[in-house]
Structure formats: structure tokens, C-alpha cells
């Protein structure tokens, strides 16, 4: 019974660094960033802010200010994605899936580590507006290979 218990939780936290590692290693790749950028300006993203916003941010409210930001940004690029069948599939690959995952998990980290407006709150949120610089990037690739 110990035994099995013990197998669970590492099993458990091995599946956690492996999930962790990988969505770091995809956000680190060489994701399009110029596609990311002709997105976020055609369509008044504000990723490229984000990052200027996080520096700025002291307080707990103004970091929720760049929350509610990626979050609009995010159901914009997954709206633009969506309205597109053609770029459904950019959409539902596994990396998507995954940091679409890895964005609620950041979001709930956010959530508990925002009170004292430190340090981690800082990187969940830097994190999440990497997911969806990623996102954006995905649907100006896929748009930039539908063009040609």
C-alpha cells in the first residue's frame, strides 16, 4: 500500500516536471516572433505592451490589468483561429493543446501567487503572454503558408 502510494506521487511530480519541461522548451523554440508581431498589430494585440506593462507593475491591481489583457488577447487569437476551418488544425496540435494547458495552469498560479504582486506573479504572467505570442505566431504562419 506505501509502495504504491509512493510509485503515484513520483510518478505524479515526474509527469509535472516532464509536462513543465516541455511547454518551456516549446515557448523557448524558435516559434515565429515576427509572425506573432504583424498579428498582434493587424489586429490590436497587446502582447508587444505586456512586457513593459509587467516592468511597470507594482501592485496586485495593475497586474491584474495585464491579466485581463492576455486574456483578451488570448480568446481574440483563438476566435481568429477558430473562424478559419483552414487553420482549425494550427489550432489543435499538441503543442497548442498544451500551452493552452499550460496558460489555466499559469492563470491558477496567477491567481494564488498575486497578493503579494512578487516576483512569481511576474513570471506566470510573462509566461502566459509567451503562450499567446506563440498562439499568434501559429495563426501568422499558417496564414503566411495559405497566402502562398
Known sequence: MVTSVVII???LAM???WFRY???LILESSWNEEQAQVVAMQN???IGSV???LAQAVTAEE???????????LKLVVALLSKHPEFQEAGHSLECRMLMLDYKLMNAWYALSRTTAGPRAHNAL???AQVVGYMAGE???QLATARN
Open 126 to 128: 510573462r509566461e502566459m
Open 15 to 17: 509527469f509535472v516536471y
Open 63 to 73: 497586474l491584474d490589468k495585464v491579466k485581463d489583457l492576455l486574456d483578451r488577447d
Open 44 to 46: 490590436k494585440l497587446s
Open 22 to 24: 516541455s511547454c518551456i
Open 51 to 53: 512586457t513593459e506593462s
Open 139 to 141: 495563426y501568422g504562419d
Open 9 to 11: 506521487i513520483l510518478s
